[in-house]
């Protein structure tokens, strides 16, 4: 098969880590006989610091004529505490997300044995943990109505949803749900917020759809507790833009794997896949970020984008085997024996 | 000196819980001779059931005619699953923030060395955490407009601030890092939101005012992750009012001792003291929930808002003393013996 996948390296250490990727993507291309075209374009701080726009329109058309995305990361330090910048990298992100009608971000948070060592709770608490967070990613408080008022004394921000907005999102989640162990719960603050309660009776009015679902309705404040206490209790998990930013961000630690978790956000034309982890600016140019999440992220992209599970499972395959022999960057090595980034994306590329 | 006292016992296991902090709290005023009169009102499911409205007015009077409030618990699970409900136990409690003018909700995450085994996370990242969040309550998305349009089809909530509002939220905060390890950190969204860029900048202005406090600006997202990574190199955080409701909940389970955690919510005129428990129904009327929490709700009552800081101690010491020799509810017990609510009450109220 041929395909196209644009390649948005973005910011700090996205470009080294998509680097990687590429590399191994390209292996499994010619192990299985296909041809992947790709189309660097430029987004986040670079695009701002180039065109002065952080997803400009050239990279929208590249997108949109790709078969699938593959991301890096974006931010730039510089513009975290300056309030009055009037274009940031995250605008990009949110334009982006919007304009391809990526509406639907997938965020799994499972272990690795050999790593769960290194997760911040207790071994028997983490361990099992197998869970997928379906976050909405193109509606409420993040693209409702902001601003100032009373000469900059009041901001306001406003979170609106849909009910077909709900349905689309909440479709995948019992979708994927049949695929699993049959568990949806949905997240959100119904006792207080009217857009949770039109979350909650979109959801109830599905479940008859579903009747092999078994739905749980969880409050927000109570996830981000279980998350803790209980991570392996969940299995699919869906819920709002700004309740999944925090919540998937909260369960992406508790694994002890987040430099090696994955993402994939789904639209209805085209969808793309990253490593959760940020731009990492500190470790931008040293060649010592982890790559594995962006490479996972390239799996997903066969898996999902293509559906090809093989070509995905190769990749993930060549992981399980660098964890197991220690082929990896300094924040897995336990202070043993390390590798570069792109010492690792060698290793990879020639294990496929 | 005299007290009026407002007790709100509210829903579940509140009157259960509450029964044991007056107790206590009668052993210290003996003690100290002090005079307590306690004046107890309906509020949560208990108030809709006796007069259909969860904060009556009655209850408010005794409220502003007391010197603080001391308040169980609210909820109960009928409403949970009723999107349509038109009155809520959670109204209430809303309500009563509101219109007690509660600003700032205090929510301390401490440990007990004799249950930091009780935590979900490892022993190294937990020890040494002693944090506390000020979370504004009385503003935000909990409060804005909110309501459908379509027909039902789009709903919308509205966050807003303005930045008198912030400025008193993180004066407190300013304040209480002077009393501690002066290191504030100040929790936004500022890249996706407009209220948060007004609180970030707000407090930036206020940085000059108080040289000696280092301030940090994190992502909620960001914190929501360093929680459970490293919760001990947090001091003092400010947020507002929904990122304050997960994160402090977040916060909660981390210690390993939240049926223990007290909490303060702080007005211009009077404050109420709560244990961050809920009503936790499945227990009501078993007399086993755990009493700790309200009974050090109490100490903060005499520290915060009568300024007596031997009589908190005097509750301090003694639940100290109880969780040394084993005089705890079933929660605590480690398969150990175990006594009733009503027995750590008794035991507590002998050991003032
Ligand atoms: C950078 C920011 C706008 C973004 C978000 O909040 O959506 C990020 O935190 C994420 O989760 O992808
Ligand atoms: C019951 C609910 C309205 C409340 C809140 O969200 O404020 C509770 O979760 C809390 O934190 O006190």
Redesign the interface.
């Known amino acids: 098969m041929k395909f196209n996948i644009a390649l948005l390296a973005g910011d700090g250490i996205g470009p080294e880590v998509i680097e990687q990727a590429v590399k191994v993507s390209d292996a499994v291309a010619k192990k299985f006989g296909h041809e992947i075209t790709w189309k660097p374009a430029l987004t986040g701080a670079a695009a701002i610091d180039a065109v002065g726009e952080p997803y400009p329109d050239e990279t929208h058309d590249v997108c949109t004529s790709s078969d699938a995305v593959l991301f890096g990361a974006i ?1 730039h330090p510089r ?3 300056d ?2 910048a009037k274009v ?1 990298p ?1 605008q990009g992100l ?1 334009k982006m997300r919007k304009k391809l009608g990526l509406f639907a971000n997938v965020r799994p948070t499972f272990t690795f044995p050999s790593l769960i060592d290194k997760s ?3 071994k028997e ?1 983490i361990e099992g943990t197998d869970l997928v967070f379906l976050r909405e990613l193109t509606g409420g ?2 693209f ?1 109505d ?3 008022r ?1 000469g ?13 907005e709900v349905k689309r999102l909440a479709k995948k989640g019992f979708e994927l749900a049949m695929t699993r162990s049959k568990k949806l719960c949905c997240v959100d ?7 949770s ?2 979350w ?2 979109t959801v ?1 009015a599905m479940e008859k759809d579903y009747p092999e679902v078994t739905v749980s ?1 969880e409050f ?3 996830v ?2 279980r ?3 209980w991570p392996n209790s969940y299995d699919v998990l869906i819920t709002e833009n ?2 999944g ?3 998937t ?2 369960a ?3 694994s002890g794997s ?1 430099g090696l978790m994955p993402s994939a956000s789904m639209g209805a034309d085209i969808a793309l896949f990253e490593p959760i982890h940020g731009s990492y600016p500190q470790a931008t140019g040293k060649n010592i970020a982890n790559p594995m999440a962006t490479v996972l992220s390239a799996a997903m992209m066969f898996e999902m984008a293509f559906n090809l599970p093989d070509e995905g499972k190769a990749i993930r395959d060549a992981v399980n085997k660098a964890l197991a022999e220690g082929i990896v960057t300094e924040d897995l090595a336990d202070g043993g024996p390390s590798y570069g980034t792109k010492e690792v994306g060698d290793w990879l590329a020639a294990n496929i």
């Open positions: 931010g513009f975290d505490n309030p009055s940031r995250e949110l911040p709770l207790k608490r408080i993040y409702g902001k601003g100032r009373d900059g004394e009041t901001a306001f921000d406003n979170c609106e949803y849909t009910r077909d603050k119904a006792n207080v917020l009217e857009t309660r039109l909650r009776e109830q309705y927000v404040d109570a981000a507790m998350l803790v206490q700004l309740f930013d925090i919540l961000d909260e992406s630690v508790i987040m």
